[in-house]
């Protein structure tokens, strides 16, 4: 593995903590997105970033710094992609944007360049041939706040190249991720096989009307002893990410999905509640209900 220069293609939620997180490790990182508007949320989110490293790993001043000033940022993509090793694509979790997106990618990318996706719930192989270099194509998934929660799963599709897929296995390694080869394809890796239908179950019972957001997370942290509930976990992914997930199910037919999706835009995403990243989601931040003393108890 010879990775130097690497492309984070998008600078959403997971987009600029995946390049904040290569930057800090010591990699030279093009950011690239669609718009300045959307490159200056993406700085917004870094600067957060700066902040939640120094908090939860005692990182210093001049270490986000240095993370901070290894990053350029681009809209324009074959810019972004000079000379680039690996393209790292997070961009919204719907189909044709991404197929639009490789389409692209392909007619600026030097040839060397290996192409990775951290879709949540797509496969490879739906992107493999459009990329136009299948053997030199992955995905690479992370989990939210990957600084602390560094998983790293790897899983190639039945054409990825053996020399690739262990490339980028020690490329995750070396960002500080605990690396998971996945040997075959599989909707929603590990991770999201078990946590997507998990959240779903959580966002059924809200849309159903059987309980209220605290009382669903109450009922999880008490009985399992885990630190956060399903709507809790929610915000960290961002709503728009299970807006996606249960507009795409709403599209395939399934009425009940629709109803989520619907409930998930009028009441949340329209008024601007996306999650820990705008301060309101299910919960409000920075200091939400289920942080408080007595929170279980009352």
Do not use: C
Request: proline share 4%; no cysteine; glycine share 6%.
């Amino acid at each position: 593995m010879n990775y130097k220069k690497i492309v984070v293609a998008g600078s959403g939620v997971l987009g600029s903590q995946i390049a904040f997180q290569t930057a800090f490790k010591g990699y030279d990182v093009a950011v690239y997105d669609i718009s300045d508007e959307s490159i200056d949320q993406g700085k917004n989110r870094m600067m957060n970033l700066k902040v939640r490293y120094q908090q939860d790993l005692g990182a210093t001043d001049e270490e986000v710094n240095l993370a901070y000033n290894r990053m350029s940022f681009h809209k324009d993509l074959s810019e972004a992609v000079t000379e680039a090793d690996l393209v790292i694509e997070a961009v919204p979790e719907v189909e044709e944007i991404k197929k639009a997106f490789y389409q692209q990618l392909r007619q600026v990318a030097p040839e060397k360049t290996v192409f990775v996706t951290n879709s949540s719930t797509m496969l490879p192989s739906q992107f493999a041939e459009i990329t136009g270099r299948p053997h030199k194509y992955l995905a690479l998934h992370f989990a939210n706040e990957i600084w602390l929660n560094n998983t790293a799963e790897i899983m190639k599709h039945p054409n990825t190249e053996k020399e690739v897929f262990e490339d980028v296995i020690e490329f995750a390694k070396s960002i500080g991720m605990v690396a998971l080869p996945i040997q075959r394809e599989q909707p929603g890796y590990i991770l999201n096989s078990l946590l997507v239908p998990f959240l779903e179950a959580a966002q059924m019972l809200l849309v159903k009307k059987i309980a209220d957001v605290e009382t669903i997370d109450k009922t999880w942290m008490i009985a399992t002893g885990a630190p956060k509930g399903p709507f809790a976990i929610l915000d960290i992914v961002g709503i728009n990410t299970a807006y996606n997930i249960a507009n795409a199910k709403g599209e395939a037919g399934n009425e009940e999905f629709k109803k989520l999706a619907n409930v998930l835009k009028s009441e949340y995403i329209d008024k601007g509640k996306l999650g820990t990243g705008t301060k309101q989601g299910f919960y409000s931040y920075p200091n939400p209900s289920y942080l408080e003393p007595g929170f279980l108890d009352s």
